[in-house]
């Protein structure tokens, strides 16, 4: 089981920008342990949604449809971090956000889950 910590989190203005990082444990770090990593989030009485994958070289990554063109994702495996940057942020982007990995990319399963960061943008 993977060890995964999200930071980042905050409160926004609508507009802002946030950048959420989320770093996974040394011990079990690995191409096979998080060959995928991503987010996902989750908002108050909705289910939790996909928001952004990558795969272990960073060549490809995917979003979903109401976050391209805003939200960026990156990696960097000597750090064993993923990071999602966020921009032009609204309301409708407030939720608590998780960071996820697994052993396949895009994630569609993820194995390992983070405790949550929350994300709170304001009007």
């Known amino acids: 089981q993977v060890q995964l910590v999200e930071s980042g989190g905050g409160l926004v203005q609508a507009g802002g920008s946030l950048r959420l990082s989320c770093v996974a444990s040394?011990?079990?770090?690995?191409?096979?342990?998080?060959?995928?990593m991503g987010w996902f989030r989750q908002a108050p009485g909705k289910e939790r949604e996909f928001i952004a994958a990558i795969n272990w070289s960073g060549s490809s990554t995917s979003f979903a449809d109401s976050v391209k063109g805003r939200f960026t994702i990156s990696r960097d495996n000597a750090k064993r971090t993923v990071y999602l940057q966020m921009n032009s942020l609204t309301p409708e982007d407030t939720a608590e956000y998780y960071c996820a990995a697994g052993d396949s990319y895009p994630l569609t399963r993820p194995k390992d889950w983070g405790q949550g960061t929350q994300v709170t943008v304001s009007s």
């Open positions: 040394a011990r079990t770090f690995s191409i096979f342990t998080c060959a995928a």
